[in-house]
């Protein structure tokens, strides 16, 4: 019987010793899994507009120099000669967020999960879900909406390439 009471005294002493001078709300797994699914919104729409930001080379100098490099892949090829190797290029640092806003977005679902099952305010916790799973959705249509377009790119240079024997 004592044993049972010092397990309860433990447990009251775990629950309300996080910080009892924070408010309460951020004792909630709900609000956290609201602020990673805003995060994870805020990452996904960063990276999408950061690189857009960054200075780059004209659209028809981009396909211009796709196109030459496969026209001196296919001489190359041709020729029995081998392709030069690629220079190795710096990670962007958009890449990172890539990587991160579908992580987060994960982390706002489970902590969402954890809040239904604490049965916490049910609004946090759909709230976070939504949050969460709009972040990891829109990644995803996204990346198959940029698979698409360089699909179509690569098809239309191909296409219009001519002749890639021609001088």
Known sequence: MAEIAIYA??????????????????????????????????????????????????????IGEIAGDIKRSAWNSFLGKSDPAPEPEPVSKWLYLAFAAPILGVIAIVLSVISGVQGEHRRYTVYGAGLGVAAVTFQFFWWMALLIAGVMLLVAILENIGDVFSF
């Open 9 to 62: 005294h433990v447990m009251t002493l775990n629950t309300t010793s996080l910080n009892p001078d924070a408010p309460q709300i951020f004792r909630n797994w709900g609000f956290w899994a609201v602020i990673m699914g805003g995060l994870a919104l805020i990452c996904v729409f960063a990276q999408i507009i950061g690189p857009m930001l960054e200075p780059k080379p004209s659209v028809g100098t981009q």
